[in-house]
């Protein structure tokens, strides 16, 4: 995509978004790959979650949030909700001019790249796992790839409790994978950016021959060669921060990722949505 | 409250409401109680759940709602969904000249007449738990009641699931209950229109000197009384139906929900709300 190149907008923000909190995994690792970045976050918690909804609600929603996000002046948008990504993203192209990154073709590439067995496992929410987004993402790649996916609808309501360190996650966890491994999986892409939360019980469930694959910390080196194709990065000289907006006053488990992911989120800011 | 009563304003539909499907429990006792009136039921499953959002965002979306079950001719609103009794009432019943039947005073005039040791327990999200409904409601009866609430808010995603009879869902429950049952109560409010799907296990969970209160049953029951009190109950040489609309077009756990309540719901009409 061409984007005509002001002399300032690289100092524009990354715009982010999520259905809720989870995005701000790709928004810790886009602070850590790129400091000199700004980056403005929108979590949808007033619709909060996504993983449930037919497509046109999440185009719908997604439209609307990629538009406020416009209106903070970002030079980008990143899809950091994989449920988004599978469902909204031709949509979010094809009205917005400005580039455009998802989540899920990040994580497809390295899975391709990373398996040996040719056997690689994705998790992810019910819609997401649904979209078959990507086993598309991995076959289009590599079509003697084999996908096998399996929704994990219990994992983000575990993780937004913080139970990252629980039995019962635990248990929740090995009844999910069992199929997956059952098939020899080498590889397993956590599809949903909540679930770098709980990387490490995800790692002890899939046993150690089993390789992850971080949507978000692949998503954040897409977002860094966008910026360089586009000439839009930021100079290097500059210190970025981070701007996190929710459109719902709760602020649910936004304290719990900040811990967890090490985050330094100061007042947070309340955006409308059209619901209200 | 004083309605006028048009000849045949007794052949409008009851209108039910919750942020998804778990008022359907209410809609199952309705039918059960009341088989001559007709049930408009509004699922709001694109804004699914309400349990964690804020009071403005609660009300926001309850007032649409409503307002859409007044476009159904509904003659009476039932607030089928904890979260939205705990915190949006006092706007409804301001704002629409229809009698609103909520799902918390029900339960609670019910607990203090279970109670022996005036030690009674309540369970629901995390919203309405937070909002303490309940315990002013119980405490405004009596006032020497002691109420010991707990959030559980991997409940509703159990649920969700079906998991009603799983030894996950035993181990989460046990968990939840363990605070209040130290405490010694003696009954249990269910205060959330999913739980009664998971009666059963929520019984074995707190044992057999705990009476569960079913906020559903009792809400019913209530239900009964305003339409007597308003001249507005259905003949009864009349059969009533139930429709069913949601605001997006997954049905989510609809189909569960219907098996376990033995309910018929035949096809689900589509309602837009404002967020698109």
Do not use: W
Not at 112 to 137: C, F, L, M
Not at 235 to 240: A, T
């Amino acid at each position: 995509m061409e984007t005509e190149t002001r002399p300032d907008s690289r100092l524009d923000p990354i715009g982010v978004f999520d259905s809720g909190i989870g995005g701000l995994t790709v928004a810790a690792a886009l602070s850590r790959l790129l400091p000199s970045e700004t980056i403005f976050y929108i979590g949808d918690t007033a619709r909060v979650p996504y993983g449930g909804k037919s497509r046109k609600t999440v185009e719908r929603y997604s439209v609307e949030i990629g538009g406020l996000l416009l209106a903070e002046q970002a030079k980008i948008i990143v899809v950091a909700c994989n449920t988004a990504s599978a469902l909204a993203v031709p949509r979010l192209k094809q009205i917005f001019n400005v580039p455009i990154q998802d989540v899920v073709a990040p994580g497809a590439a390295v899975a391709v790249r990373t398996t040996r067995s040719k056997r690689v496992g994705v998790v992810g929410t019910r819609a997401t796992i649904a979209s078959g987004a990507y086993e598309r993402a991995i076959q289009a790649l590599d079509p003697t790839i084999e996908v096998f996916s399996a929704p994990c609808p219990l994992l983000v309501p575990l993780i937004e409790e913080g139970m990252f360190n629980d039995s019962i996650t635990d248990q929740v966890l090995a009844r999910y994978l069992q199929p997956l491994l059952e098939q020899s999986i080498d590889t397993l892409v956590l599809g949903c950016t909540h679930y770098p939360l709980a990387r490490q019980a995800i790692a002890r469930a899939a046993g150690e021959n089993v390789t992850l694959v971080d949507s978000a910390e692949n998503c954040a080196l897409a977002v860094q060669a966008l910026l360089k194709a586009n000439s839009l990065a930021a100079p290097s000289d500059q210190l970025g921060h981070l701007n996190v907006a929710l459109t719902d006053a709760t602020e649910g488990f936004l304290r719990t990722a900040e811990r967890a992911l090490n985050l330094q989120i100061g007042d947070v800011e309340l955006r409308s949505v059209q619901a209200g």
